[in-house]
C-alpha cells in the first residue's frame, strides 16, 4: 500500500515561489506516475500536473503552464512541485496522488479517477 505525504506548503506573496515535496514510501515509486491536484474553497479538485513513469514524460494543467515545473527522484523517492509567479489564484489544499503505472503501459492519463493513492494535501496560501 502507497503512502503519500505532502510538505511545502504555506504563505507567499504574489509572484513569489514555492516548492512542495511529496514524500513516497510503501512501494517503489519508479513504477508510479504521480500527479499533483488542488482544491480551492467552493470549486472542484483540479489537475495541476503529472509526471510519468522514469521521466517518459510530463503534463501540465493550462493555468499553471510555463509557471510550475513537476520532477521526480526515484532514489530519494520523491516528487517536486516548483511553483513560480504564484498568483492569488493559485492558492488551495494541493494533492499529491500516484497510480501504478510502469514504462510499459505507455502515455497514461493522469486524471483525478485514475488515480489510486493520495496523500492529505498541503495548504498553499498567496497573499499580499
Known amino acids: 500500500q502507497l503512502q503519500l505525504v505532502e510538505s511545502g506548503g504555506g504563505l507567499v506573496q504574489p509572484g513569489g515561489s514555492l516548492r512542495l515535496s511529496c514524500a513516497v514510501s510503501?512501494?517503489?515509486?519508479?513504477?508510479?506516475?504521480i500527479g499533483w491536484f488542488r482544491q480551492a474553497p467552493g470549486k472542484a479538485r483540479e489537475g495541476v500536473a503529472c509526471?510519468?513513469?522514469?521521466?517518459?514524460?510530463?503534463k501540465y494543467g493550462d493555468s499553471v503552464k510555463g509557471r510550475f515545473t513537476i520532477s521526480r527522484d526515484d532514489a530519494e523517492k520523491k516528487v517536486y512541485l516548483q511553483m513560480d509567479s504564484l498568483k492569488t489564484e493559485d492558492s488551495a489544499v494541493y494533492y499529491c496522488?500516484?497510480?501504478?503505472?510502469?514504462?510499459?503501459?505507455?502515455?497514461?492519463?493522469?486524471?483525478?479517477?485514475?488515480?489510486?493513492?493520495w496523500g492529505k494535501g498541503a495548504l498553499v496560501n498567496v497573499s499580499s
Open positions: 510503501g512501494g517503489t515509486l519508479e513504477y508510479y506516475a
Open positions: 509526471i510519468l513513469s522514469r521521466l517518459t514524460g510530463t
Open positions: 496522488a500516484a497510480r501504478f503505472a510502469p514504462v510499459a503501459y505507455g502515455d497514461v492519463q493522469c486524471t483525478e479517477d485514475r488515480m489510486e493513492y
